[in-house]
């Protein structure tokens, strides 16, 4: 089964607005990372943050790791219609065997 | 520095066909892996290659199969295409299978199967 579940499935938000996306896992983890797909393209690394990491900024991107939870969030910042898309956390298993969550699929409007 | 690239990205196959795809890493990285995505199940692990050896497989059927070359570039077999077997394939690839290692995924191979 998928060790990552994001929420929500689905979220809808104006230009400008903040978007928070959570992520939830199973197990113990090393790395969490989260990453954006636009549709039917591949999936661009955003950003890596580390078991022993609470927080962790990129740009616009803000991501949390609550480990006593199993639990991340990614908050995106002063979106833009160019954020809209599906949007995944992955923990890592074996080696490079990574276990993906079901994504949430954010659309901002312009 | 050329990203990973996956080739064909389009492709229609009858069932019972057999496909190859191909994935050629980014230059230096030596790990490749196979992921699966469908609506339906999401993104599954199908196999992770290092150094022309396959260390990881996920659970999949013995149709699916994947071999890396000395150059590390990779490729994964589909024998017998099913119905289900319609999906995008995407490969990635990273220096090492160290975890902690960003992998970096190619485009991906839509493959309908009819």
């Known amino acids: 089964s998928q060790q990552g579940e994001e929420d929500p499935q689905a979220l809808s938000i104006q230009e400008g607005e903040n978007a928070t996306m959570n992520c939830s896992y199973k197990?113990?983890?090393?790395?969490l990372q989260w990453y954006r797909q636009n549709s039917g393209r591949g999936l661009v690394h955003l950003i890596l943050?580390?078991?022993?990491?609470r927080e962790k900024h990129s740009g616009r991107l803000r991501v949390t790791l609550d480990t006593s939870k199993k639990s991340s969030s990614l908050l995106i910042t002063a979106s833009r219609a160019a954020d809209t898309a599906s949007y995944f956390c992955?923990?890592?298993?074996?080696?490079?065997?990574?276990?993906f969550g079901t994504g949430t699929s954010l659309t901002v409007i312009p | 520095k050329a990203g990973v690239t996956q080739t064909p990205r389009y492709l229609i196959k009858t069932r019972g066909q057999q496909v190859t795809l191909s994935c050629s890493p980014i230059s230096g990285h030596r790990s490749v892996s196979w992921y699966q995505q469908t609506p339906g199940q999401g993104l599954q692990f199908l196999f992770e290659y290092f150094s022309e050896t396959q260390r990881n497989k996920g659970n999949f059927p013995g149709r699916f199969s994947g071999r890396q070359f000395s150059n590390s570039r990779s490729e994964m077999n589909v024998s017998t295409l099913e119905l289900g077997d319609s999906a995008l394939y995407l490969c990635a690839s990273s220096l090492t299978p160290l975890s902690g290692n960003t992998i970096y995924f190619g485009e991906g191979s839509w493959l309908t199967v009819v």
């Open positions: 992955a923990t890592d298993g074996t080696g490079n065997q990574f276990y």
């Open positions: 197990t113990s983890i090393n790395n």
């Open positions: 943050i580390r078991s022993n990491e």
